[in-house]
Structures are given as structure tokens and as C-alpha cells.
DNA sequence: ACGTGGCATAGGGTTCTCCTGTGTCAATCG
DNA sequence: CGATTGACACAGGAGAACCCTATGCCACGT
């Protein structure tokens, strides 16, 4: 019962001879011979017709024909993927992306990758920072881009740039000038990823802020998708945060504008991957693609 | 590159244990352990994470999850097909049968067989004679029903019954007296198997008959089918040969009569097997069907 | 602090795989 | 008609794979 054995019937069912299928299989005539003979005996049935000239495949042959070709198929396909994943010329690089990773530079990133090795798939999971930091510490992802600060050890962390958080609203009156924590505490926040909550790294640097003075923050409203948060806001619902990223994009609605906080705030977007594992080579080659795109060490943004 | 491993992957990863798949498949854990870190190596790649207190399939394992269940499941179906050869419990019992099969027993033979074994599918393949004995000389068919005489050395003949042949006709002119060899030979033959010619049994009873006189036998029109020829001859073609089965039939056209050979003539039909190789209990049981659905030992009808 | 669950390591026995070398038999060719 | 060729079986031996028992290590829960 082992693929070898399957593979020898299969080869030598379609060339119609042990000697042929041999060399087709790169071993020798007795070796193919033994295969078959096992496999046979192991069931106590006959599955070829030796005959002096040529080979027959009896019936019962003919019925596990079908069978031994899809082990045969699906072991090649195995060792495919599993070489492929070894050598970048096919397979996939399975990335962990923090969710706000659309708005930086990353489709780009993606574009000149598949560029350069276009049999490598490519298969973002866009996950909360959190998470990504989870499923790579795990081992579940090789890799994966993150905001700071995470709590896990087992984690190589490589800060590549930040980019500055701003105070949204649709009131200018409450824009005039640079947010101090105090008032941030006060305001009528609606923030978003409900799910992950004060674990989110953005909201862990706030936190800790008030905390220095006393102070919590509380959300008057969570949501769980930036859009839907800025959609409330601009109608008038409350005030939110925003990084640099988003405030210049097209998702920022209209209306809605923005004020540095007194004491600058930033995300800091990181590369992160697990201590001890080893990186495939694909993995690897897409963060050298995500070092080499950063413009500079750590600009503001 | 074994079923094993591909197994132990699939289970440990389904699982999420080593010791939980060693018990599912019956093995020890240090196995399955084994089996998964031979696999590992093999290709230089990580499947699982060991975490201290469970188990994580790495991205790499995710793509090779598919393709290993894939070998799994078609070792399983080829085991079970192996195994159900041998066991009356399922598979398929392959018959060759004459191509006339149909107007005997044979139908009924198939009924009783599958009552009694309703998991054992049965194949009947449907052939000239000739055919069938090549095939079970060969061994791609086990066993099969033919008419006799056949050439082969390689095969143990049990004859079962014999069936009266005549020579049919739609004119009643010709159908006064039994029929002479010579008329026979003088006639305007319409003959089917056309495929085969004078290597059928039938035919070559004839033949020799005319030889013994030095005549030969010519045929007008050679059809494939017998339901061609008996078209032919009731709209007066010529004549023919149909054995009693037939006659009796709903096949024989309306107008169409028969009358017997001055030397009675039958055909034998026998069963054949492979003189050398072992018969599939499912083959084995089917024979023995058959010879005992036989009502005595060769009756003349 | 101790027991438990789960994986890794070590060492040994049995079987499988693959090799080389040789024998046998039938078909083919000079 | 004898020699050659092609294809499979058989024998014996080296190396690896598979599976076992026994034991160690580590984190977790009581």
C-alpha cells in the first residue's frame, strides 16, 4: 500500500510493460516487477496477465485502475505544491496584512512582486493587527505587516515607517487646534474594530496616554469598519481618528476634516515574523519587496 | 513520499493531535511523529507548528492539506476495491457472454445472483464467442459463456446444454423437409456476425459439414446483427440459421418460419474459464449459478 | 508542588525497496 | 533451423523505512 507500488501498476498498466514502466520510473525491471507482485499478493489478487509478449490487465485490474491514478495524481500534485513553496516558481506566499493595509503602498507592492515572479500566487490575509500578530506567533503565517505596539515575545519585529494620527470631525468647530488627551477624553468618540476593542494598537497608545493623567477613554459609539465610522461622522454622530493614510484618500467623506493631536500621534507599521520558524523563500522575497519600498527609515509619514 | 505519512498528516491535522491521530490509526504516537517529520524534511518544509499544548497546521500545510487528503481518499477507495474483489461483499464480477446471452436464462441468472449477493455489481460484457474466449485466454475476463467449438488450448470447457439450430425462411416452399447440407450450401444465405465470419462456433460447424461433401458454405449478405438478418429474410432476401432460443423469441419476425437439419444440428453452449489463474469469489459464485440454473445435463433443447 | 497530557528522542527488530546478476521462454532473423 | 533479442521471473544482499517500547521534557491544572 505505498505510492510507489500504485505508481508502478499505473505506469506499467499504461505502457503495457514492466520494462518500459522501469525506465519510465528511472529503477529497474526487477524493482517494478516486485512492486506489482507485492500489491498483488497483498490482496490475494491477480491484477496483470504476464504474457510471454505482452502485458494484460485483467479485470480487477481494470477496477482499481481509476483508483491508483488518483493517488498517483494527488502524490504529484502534493510534491508540486511542496517543492513549489521551496522554489518560487509556483505556490503561494501567504502574507498577513493589517487591515488598514490598502490604503498604504500595498497593492503596489503586490503589482511589482507578481511582476517579478508571476507563477507565485499571492494570498493576503487582511486580518486587525491583533490577530495577524497572533497567527504569526502561532506559526499559522510566516510573516505578515502590523501597527505597534504588540505584546508578543516570540515575534521579530522590523519597523519600517509611521504615519501620523489625526482627530476627525465634521464640527470645525472643533478643529481649531491640535487635540490635547483631555479633550480627546471628553469628546464624543465613535471608533471602530468593535471586535478587537482596546487591544487595537492605535487605541492602546490613547489609553496609555490617559492613563498617564487619570483619565479613560470611552468610545460613545464602536462600530466595526472605518467606513461605517466615518460615515457616522459625517453626520455629525460623534468624532473619530484617523492616520494620514486614510484622511487622504478617497474614503474620507466629504465634510469631515482633520486636527493633529497636540502631542503627535502615530502608527507605527512594522514587519513582523516568528522567531524560530524558517521562511519559505516566497515569503521571504515579499518582505525584501516590502523593505525595499520604504522610502526612507521611518519617515513621518 | 508514503501513504503513511500522507495519512498521519491528514489525521494529525485534522485532529489537531499526534497522539489523538496515532490512536485513529492505530499506531504509536512516536509514529506518527516520525511519519510527519519524515514528510517535513523530505521537502525541507514546516507543516505544523508543535505548540506545547496544541497543534497548527503552517500556511504550508494548509496548501498541502488538499492533495494529501486527495492520496488518502483514493488509497481508501483502492483498498476497499481490492479488498471487495475478495469478499462477495461489493466490487464487480466481470462475464464474458455470448452474444445470443440474452435469449437464454441469462437474465434471469443475473436476477438471482444479484438477491442473493446485492452488493456485488455484475458486468456482463457482450461479445461473439470468439471474442470471449480471447478474452478469457488472456485473462482480462475471468470466466464467460460461449458456443462451442473453440480453439483455445488454455481453457477448461464445461459444456451446459445444447440448442437445436435451423435454417429459417420466409418462404414455406423451402421449409417442406429438413434441410440437406447441399442445400444448405445451395441457398441465398443471409448471415450475421459479420465481424467475426467463419471463425463463429455456429459457422464452422457448417463449414466443416460442407467440407466433409466438397462444398463450401457462401453467404449473400453477411450483417452484423441477427435482428438485421431476420429483417432481411422476411422481406425475402434470402435465408438463415437461428437457433431455437431465437425461434421462440419475440425477436423472430412474423412470417418467418424454421425447419431442422437433416443431421440435427446444435449448438453447445459452455462455459469457459483461464486454465491457470484463480478465480474472484464473486466470478467463482456466479459459475456456480449458472451451472446449477442448467435443468439436466445437456437436454436437447 | 505534584500529576497529567502531549510531543521528542533513543535504540532495536522487521519489512520494504532497490540493486546486480542470472535464468527462462517466445518471437524474430539470418 | 539455430542464434539473437526482448521481456519477465528469481536469488541474494545493502540500505532505508516503519513501527515498537521506554524515557525525557515542558506546560498546564489541581
Redesign the pocket.
Known amino acids: 500500500m505505498?505510492i510507489?507500488?500504485y505508481r508502478?501498476f499505473v505506469v506499467a498498466a499504461e505502457t503495457g510493460?514492466?520494462?518500459?514502466a522501469?525506465i519510465d520510473l528511472?529503477?529497474?525491471?526487477?524493482?517494478v516487477?516486485?512492486?506489482?507482485?507485492?500489491l498483488e499478493s497483498e490482496y490475494q489478487v491477480q491484477l496483470f496477465v504476464?504474457g510471454?509478449?505482452?502485458?494484460t490487465l485483467t479485470a480487477a485490474g481494470e477496477e482499481l485502475l481509476p483508483h491508483a491514478q488518483q493517488i498517483v495524481a494527488g502524490a504529484e500534485a502534493a510534491e508540486r505544491t511542496l517543492s513549489d513553496i521551496q522554489s518560487l516558481e509556483g505556490g503561494v506566499a501567504t502574507f498577513g496584512l493589517l487591515r488598514n493595509g490598502d490604503y498604504y503602498l500595498l497593492s503596489s507592492l503586490i503589482e511589482r512582486f507578481h511582476a517579478e515572479y508571476p507563477n507565485v500566487r499571492v494570498r493576503l490575509v487582511g486580518l486587525n493587527s491583533v490577530e495577524v500578530a497572533a497567527a504569526v506567533s502561532t506559526g499559522e503565517l510566516e510573516a505578515g505587516l502590523v501597527v505597534l505596539p504588540i505584546d508578543d515575545e516570540d515575534l521579530v519585529v522590523t519597523p519600517l515607517f509611521r504615519d501620523e494620527v489625526f482627530y476627525a470631525s465634521a464640527d470645525p468647530a472643533r478643529l481649531q487646534k491640535p487635540k490635547t488627551i483631555a479633550e480627546f477624553c471628553a469628546a464624543p468618540l465613535v471608533l471602530y474594530d468593535a471586535h478587537y476593542g482596546w487591544r487595537d494598537p492605535t487605541r492602546r497608545q490613547l489609553a496609555a496616554r490617559a492613563q498617564l493623567e487619570g483619565l479613560r477613554v470611552e468610545a460613545r459609539i464602536e462600530v466595526e469598519h472605518i467606513e461605517a465610522a466615518l460615515g457616522l461622522v459625517s453626520r455629525g454622530a460623534g468624532d473619530t481618528i484617523v492616520c494620514r493614510a486614510i484622511a487622504e484618500s478617497s474614503t474620507m467623506p466629504e465634510g469631515v476634516g482633520v486636527v493633529p493631536f497636540e502631542e503627535p500621534l502615530y502608527d507605527t507599521i512594522a514587519m513582523i515574523r516568528g522567531r524560530s520558524a524558517g521562511l519559505s523563500p516566497a515569503t521571504r522575497e515579499l518582505m525584501r519587496f516590502a523593505r525595499d519600498m520604504i522610502p526612507g527609515p521611518l519617515p513621518q509619514g
Do not use: N
Open positions: 505505498s510507489g507500488q508502478a510493460s514492466f520494462t518500459a522501469a528511472g529503477i529497474t525491471q526487477p524493482s516487477s516486485e512492486l506489482v507482485r507485492r504476464r510471454p509478449r505482452r502485458l
